[in-house]
C-alpha cells in the first residue's frame, strides 16, 4: 500500500460513522465477503501438492510420478500437527531420534477435513500407536501387513480434485485413453496456481531467510513435500537459469538439514519426522 492510499485510509477511519452509515455498513460487509472468499480458496497442504503437479489442461498428474501417493499421506500428518491435532511422544532419558517415537493423539476434535479426519479416527483407535514412518505407509497402503490395509486413504486424489473442483480452481471432465475413459481436472482458474507457484518462489528468493524456523512452517512443509512429491520442479520450471539456480541451491539447504536437531530447538516433532521419513 502506497503512503497516500494510507493516508487516504486513516482519513476515512477518522471520520464520524454518523455521516456516512450506509458507506461504512458497505465496506463492512465488502470486508466480510472479502474473508469469506479467502477461507473459500484457502488450500491445503494436500491440494496444493496436487496443484503442483496437476498438469493444467489435461487435468492429471504424470503417469511416471510414484512418489505423490506417500507425499500426499505425508502431507495429512504435517497438516494435523500444525492443526494441533497430533503430536510424538517424548522422547525419553534416552532421547530417541525422531523416528524411533510414536505418534500419539493430542486431541481428537474433527478439524472439517474428510480426509484428515478419517486419518485422525485412525490414529485414535490405534493402540498401541505407531511412528511417522509406519503411518506413512499405513495411509498409501504400501504394507505387508494384511490387518494395517484398513488404515489406507483410498482415491485421495480424485477426493482432493473433487475439493478443488468446489473451490473453483479446477473443472471436471472426462477423457479416452484406447479402452478405457477417465475422469480429468483440468485447470479453471488459473489465478489460484500461478498465486501458488510465485509464493513458492519467492519463500526461497526475494523472501527468503537462512533461519529455518523463521519461515512459514506450512510453506517450509510445502517445499520439502513437493520435492518429495516431485513436483517441486513444475513450481521452479518458469525461472531464469540463474534464479532456479539459486532456487535450487536454497532448496537442497532445508533438504540437507539435521531433522532431529531442528526438532530439539523448536518443537513441531512430527512435521520434522516427516521430513526425515522422506530423507531415508
Known amino acids: 500500500m502506497s503512503e497516500g492510499q494510507l493516508v ?15 458507506e461504512a455498513s458497505g465496506d463492512s460487509a465488502h470486508s466480510s465477503d472479502q474473508e469469506d472468499n479467502d477461507k473459500g480458496t484457502r488450500l491445503t497442504l494436500m491440494e496444493q501438492i496436487l496443484l503442483l503437479g496437476l498438469k493444467d489442461r489435461e487435468g492429471y498428474t504424470s503417469f511416471w510420478n510414484d512418489c505423490i501417493s506417500s507425499g500426499l499421506r505425508g502431507c495429512v500428518l504435517v497438516e494435523l500437527v500444525l492443526r494441533g491435532r497430533i503430536q510424538l511422544e517424548g522422547g525419553g532419558m534416552r532421547r530417541k531420534n525422531l523416528l524411533n517415537r510414536k505418534v500419539t493423539v493430542k486431541s481428537s476434535e474433527p478439524t472439517g477435513d ?13 493402540n ?23 488404515y489406507q486413504l483410498r482415491n485421495v486424489r480424485e477426493r482432493l ?16 485413453f484406447l479402452l478405457f475413459e477417465i475422469t480429468t481436472h ?15 518462489q519467492e519463500s526461497v528468493l526475494g523472501k527468503w531467510t537462512n533461519d529455518v ?14 520435492h518429495a512429491s516431485d513436483v517441486l520442479e513444475n513450481a521452479f520450471a518458469p525461472l ?3 534464479d532456479y539456480e539459486v532456487a535450487m541451491k536454497r532448496v537442497r539447504s532445508l533438504l540437507d538439514l539435521d531433522y532431529d536437531q531442528q526438532a530439539e530447538k523448536k518443537g513441531n516433532d512430527v512435521m520434522w519426522a516427516v521430513f526425515e521419513a522422506f530423507s531415508k
Open 8 to 22: 487516504q485510509r486513516r482519513k476515512k477511519t477518522e471520520e464520524p460513522v454518523a455521516e456516512k452509515p450506509e
Open 128 to 150: 498401541p500407536p505407531e511412528t511417522v514412518t509406519s503411518w506413512i505407509e499405513y495411509l498409501s497402503g504400501e504394507t505387508w501387513n494384511p490387518l494395517k490395509l484398513r
Open 213 to 226: 524456523h523463521r519461515m512459514d512452517k506450512k510453506m517450509l512443509s510445502l517445499i520439502v513435500l513437493a
Open 186 to 200: 483440468p485447470l479453471s482458474d488459473g489465478n489460484q496456481k500461478t498465486k501458488l507457484i510465485k509464493e513458492v
Open 240 to 242: 531464469s537459469d540463474q
Open 161 to 176: 480434485a473433487k475439493n478443488l473442483v468446489e473451490k473453483g480452481v479446477l473443472t471436471t471432465d472426462k477423457q479416452n
Open 114 to 126: 474428510v480426509i484428515l479426519d478419517e486419518a485422525l479416527r485412525h490414529m485414535k483407535e490405534t
